[in-house]
């Protein structure tokens, strides 16, 4: 018993959050115990105090959450700030049951009765001030949307197999997969199916706008028991270490790279010197990227590295051999 060698910040986050107000409340409890307890080994749980020591509201040494597990009894001082359950200001409880909402509208969830159950108690809790969460609706963008989901949650519920027919931008192209599902996420506004795609041998993430069709299979769906779920508390784009990173100046009308495609910053530029964005994107291959500025035309440009300048300047010229000269000059 014990975390894993390969927790994730986000996990140890969530453990220490619990822990803290759990040990507040026994004070001197026996290290063994404790650690049964909580789920961990005595080791992990020193681990967690050892950390505890940086951790606090401030710098000071006043302000930082004290541990003492010497005698093997634990005590845990100066963490009053969150000795006691939170309570939800009036604008996260509002928020909380807009999301609640949203996510029972949708298509295939099977949990709709702990949300409705959920959704319950914050309106009776927040009385009159629920007003503003009423008067929000949240519906599927469109029904072949909802139903893409609707399926693709089916699948994962009866272990079946799905076909996808999916686009993928960097190279402009639709592809045809075979994927064993594993789950359906949320993340940034957006759905996305993840599962142990066949064509890639390993996990994917597809992002649910991206299908351009979906078709649950009549063959078992069990992913291999080496497939793992990606750890999303980063997001979902993971750039390689020896990714290429380039900048690209995007005018108004082409900001819209930045909401569609995976990029490392964005930087506003001023009305006074054009507007728009200045971007970073992490790749492997500048094909897509040389299409993408192509298509943009004169409201998209790489500002470096000089290589890519010269690739995107090379297959502009190229392509303007193709036109007759009147046209080109044009006369």
Known sequence: MGASATETATARLARLLTMVPWLVN??????????????????QLEADL???????????????????????RVFVGNADTIARPLRLGVDEAVTLMVGLRAL??????????????????LEDAAGAAA????RVRAEMADESSAELLARARRAIADRRRVHLRYLVPARDEATERDVDPMRVVGLDGRWYLEGWCHRAEDTRMFRMDRVEELTVLDVDGTPPADARERD????????GPDDLVVTLRLLPGATWVADYYPVESAEHVPASEGGGLV???????????????WRLGGRGSVLDPAEVVAEVRAGARAALTAYPADVVGGG
Do not use: H
């Open 279 to 293: 971007v970073r994107v992490r790749t492997a291959d500048t094909a897509w990227l040389r299409r993408l500025m």
């Open 26 to 43: 026994r004070q001197g409890i026996d290290l063994q115990q404790a650690a049964d307890d909580l789920g961990v080994s005595v080791e």
């Open 131 to 134: 007003a503003p969460a009423s």
């Open 104 to 121: 029972r509208e949708v298509p295939g969830l099977g949990e709709r009765d702990a949300v409705e159950r959920a959704l319950a108690k």
């Open 232 to 239: 999303l508390s980063e997001g979902t784009f993971r750039p």
């Open 50 to 72: 050892n950390l505890l020591f940086l951790c606090g509201y401030g710098q000071m040494p006043d302000e930082l959450i004290e541990a003492d597990w010497e005698e093997g």
